[in-house]
């Protein structure tokens, strides 16, 4: 990092000022002063020198002083002379100060090399980009720095930066956020840094908070101690693993043993929830002791309070699971059918949920296709996201599964068969005691899966990822298939949720609820084994389902009549009868095309169910062009004939100036990628992009014409290039390549395009159709001169 400050010093004397006066509490000498600043700049510095150093450090006295007085004071925090709070609006001018000479600097210089390809695997070629990243970054770096931290012991900080002075600063810097979250993740991964990662809490520890919060903790009655005990002693010894009580009589003998079996986190929350609802129904009651008759009370109040019969039903398995637990532990006798009368009724189970099948199409089509402008694959989440739900769909296994999946999953049999290996799963086989990463099921897939898991592969995380239980994860610290955008820590389902969510908002504006989540594309699985005629046990097998009624709400997502149509649409073909090879042949040669003619109605029945195959076009093609000679007199038409040639634009493919990942291939013009963020223009073409954009604007005011040529709607919608769309995306590249890529300020790149845009008006109108295709020596003279040889 090349640094300049102040005039031109002799190195040797700038390290020997910083070696010594580092640290000192107390105003800069002249002679100091001199060192990092010129001369002149002394007599107004000095009036400084008067204030009291603590002083210095009110936000309000250091806006109140002059330009060079607050670079006086923004020097002496440089040198951790004094610390300025955090909160201080103010840019640090970095090449004005030594951060160069100082190890603090030098060490986030290796720290940002180190760890930049770790967190952005995508973005390693984007040179700009990193740069900027790195600038910003940079800036947080020392507004840390003169507020006293440094960024581990021994940088020569007044104190070091720590996790909570990451989550102050988060507060204070608001502008700086992101930056200041990368610089935390950087030194997570620094075993000598103080910033720990604190996102993985013990599974209590936000429940507790809540307790805590409605003032049900610390207890205060006997009927809060007793279930805090049930829930946070009791309950949260059973999360993950069994346990065994012991009961003795009054004498110490072993009385009886009782075993209990291991409970979910998502369960042991539950409980917790419901019971903290009840107890503060307590608090409100002034119910202090535990009897029948004012656990009926509570127990009444809060179930005239609920809504929905599955809070109601868990509220009650709650209730009753204490109630339990209190009379075999206190030995009390307290009536639990009596306190809470089990429900007399009878619900209807409802199986599956049903699913528009077009819409199903439309969602996978949108999910296989490459170039689907509805997902940004050089975005490194939808790149993951997109290939977590094409993997669902490919193996029917649970969203929690595949999320958990480790880098080794993917394996090939001794047949050349590929499986993938679900280390995490829900079902237990009968066996209690054994934890669900205790069982594996393996799942068979095709190439396109491979090739999604190879994928995603390449820009796996490279360093083990734990994945807590109360994430969904299976506890284990090991390498990972996927991981954040930083890679610093697994993906959770419910961020799956969000990006089907929005990816189907993009695809049906009017959607209120998602008509597909992460675990309906493991029921689209299935259904479509269903239609394929699949026997029951193959599916189960490929659910990893342990009861055969387990499948209903997977394969039932769609009416049954529904289902057989489709099956019997897949056995009979998508025509209802297949024609001979001889009456296609006696079709085409047919005399009299008007004999036996098919009505167009029928003809576009039929078309609407066809699948297209190079055979099926051909007959498809002599078919229309029979019914086309038939009924000539009714296919009438206008035929808008121009002398006006549009210029071809080449389409698609990549450019050596692009950035984007390698399994990307947009497919654009080359008006699309120089307004793209992926573009990068070689050094010392300003020139020629200047004649491409030139050309194009050009070619905006031939597309103009041509669509004032055509008459109705219809006709200008078959223009290749709308002329709203050529201007739309030039508008883009005038910040996207000129501001951003060639370093010109707005308000020239804004000149610029004021001139290039009159200057191709002028050239549309005087040269068009005398020269159309001009070269760029061509261009270049015209836009200077506006004259063509």
């Keep these: 990092m090349s640094q300049k400050f102040g005039l031109k010093k002799d190195k040797k004397i700038i390290n020997e000022v910083l070696g010594v006066k580092v640290g000192r509490r107390e105003h800069l000498t002249q002679s100091e002063y001199i060192q990092f600043r010129s001369a002149c700049n002394w007599p107004n510095a000095r009036e400084v020198t008067t204030i009291q150093l603590a002083e210095l450090q009110s936000p309000t006295v250091y806006k109140n002083l002059k330009p060079i007085q ?3 004071v923004l020097l002496l925090a440089f040198l951790q002379r004094i610390r300025l709070p955090l909160n201080i609006r103010t840019k640090i001018v970095l090449h004005k100060f030594p951060s160069g000479e100082l190890p603090n600097f030098q060490y986030f210089d290796d720290l940002f090399e180190r760890n930049y390809q770790l967190l952005f695997p995508l973005d390693g070629e984007k040179q700009n980009q990193r740069a900027n990243r790195k600038k910003t970054m940079l800036q947080v770096v020392a507004k840390l720095w003169v507020s006293g931290y440094a960024l581990k012991d021994g940088l020569g900080g007044i104190e070091v930066v720590t996790t909570s ?63 805090g005990d049930f829930v946070f002693l009791h309950l949260a010894c059973r999360v993950d693993e ?31 929830k419901y019971m903290r609802r009840f107890l503060i129904c307590c608090r409100i009651c002034s119910i202090t002791e535990i009897s029948e008759s004012s656990i009926i009370h509570a127990y009444t109040e809060v179930i005239e309070q609920m809504s929905g019969k599955e809070n109601k039903t868990f509220f009650r398995v709650a209730l009753k699971h204490w109630l339990k637990w209190h009379n075999r532990t206190q030995m009390t006798n307290l009536n639990v059918e009596r306190i809470m009368p089990r429900p007399k009724r009878a619900y209807s189970k409802l199986h599956g949920r049903v699913f528009s099948m077009a819409r199903a199409h439309t969602l996978v089509q949108t999910l296989l296709d490459d170039h689907s402008p509805l997902i940004n694959e050089n975005d490194i989440m939808h790149f993951r996201y997109r290939r977590i739900c094409l993997l669902l769909l490919a193996t029917a ?15 090939q049999d001794t047949n050349g068969e590929y499986w993938i290996r679900f280390h995490k799963t829900k079902t237990k086989r009968n066996v209690p005691n054994r934890k669900s990463f205790d069982w594996v099921h393996y799942s068979p897939i095709k190439e396109d899966a491979v090739k999604w898991f190879n994928e995603l592969m390449q820009f796996a995380p490279k360093e083990r990822l734990h994945f807590p239980a109360e994430w969904g994860g299976d506890n284990l610290t090991e390498l990972r298939l996927l991981a954040v955008r930083y890679n610093d820590a697994p993906i ?59 499948k209903k709400p997977y394969v039932q997502t769609m009416p049954a009549e529904d289902i057989a149509k489709f099956g019997d649409i897949l056995k009979k073909g998508v025509w209802e009868k297949k024609r001979a090879k001889e009456e296609a042949e006696m079709l085409d040669v047919t005399d009299d095309p008007s004999e036996g003619a098919i009505s167009l109605n029928d003809l576009t029945k039929e078309s609407s169910k066809l699948t297209v195959t190079p055979r099926k076009l051909e007959e498809v093609i002599k078919l229309i062009q029979q019914v086309t000679e038939a009924s000539s007199h009714s296919f009438q038409g206008l035929v808008v004939k121009s002398n006006l040639e549009l210029p071809i634009i080449p389409v698609g493919g990549f450019t050596h100036n692009c950035n984007a990942h390698v399994l990307l291939n947009c497919g654009h013009t080359p008006g699309h990628c120089r307004a793209c963020d992926y573009y990068s223009p070689d050094e010392g073409t300003g020139d020629i992009h200047q004649t491409e954009i030139f050309r194009e604007m050009v070619h905006y005011f031939y ?11 219809g006709q200008r919608k078959m223009v290749f290039q709308k002329s709203e769309e050529i201007k739309a995306r030039l508008e883009m590249s005038k910040s996207k390549l000129w501001v951003n890529k060639f370093n010109m300020k707005p308000t020239e790149a804004k000149k610029l395009y004021e001139q290039l845009w009159k200057k191709a008006k002028t050239y549309f109108r005087e040269y068009a159709e005398i020269k159309p295709k001009p070269t760029i020596d061509e ?8 004259e063509m040889k």
Excluded at 173 to 178: C, D, E, G, P, R
Excluded at 195 to 223: C, G, H, M, Y
Excluded at 245 to 255: C, M
């Design 242 to 272: 069994a346990i065994v009580e012991d009961h003795f009589d009054d004498e110490g003998n072993l009385k009886f043993r009782y075993g209990k079996k291991m409970i979910s986190i998502v369960y042991w929350r539950s409980i917790a």
């Design 70 to 72: 607050r670079d006086y």
């Design 703 to 713: 597309c103009v014409k041509a669509e004032k040529d055509f008459i109705t709607t």
């Design 397 to 411: 296994a649970r969203p929690n599964e595949i999320l958990n999946l480790f880098q080794q999953a993917l394996f």
């Design 492 to 550: 959770r389902s419910s961020s799956l949720y969000a990006f089907l969510r929005s990816l189907q908002n993009k695809l049906w504006p009017e959607m209120v609820i998602p008509y597909f989540t992460p675990h309906n594309l493991r029921a689209l699985h299935l259904t479509y084994r269903r239609i394929l005629g699949d026997e029951d046990v193959i599916l189960e097998r490929q659910a990893d389902h342990r009861s055969s009624s387990s």
């Design 165 to 227: 002075v990451i989550e102050k600063a988060k507060n204070d810097l608001i502008f700086y956020k992101q930056s200041l979250d990368l610089v935390g993740k950087m030194l997570v991964r620094e075993p000598e840094s103080s910033v720990r990662d604190e996102r993985f809490v013990p599974f209590d520890k936000n429940e507790t908070s809540l307790w805590i919060e409605a003032e049900i903790l610390p207890s205060r009655s006997q009927i809060e101690e007793s279930i």
């Design 779 to 786: 261009i270049l003279q015209f836009i200077s001169t506006e």
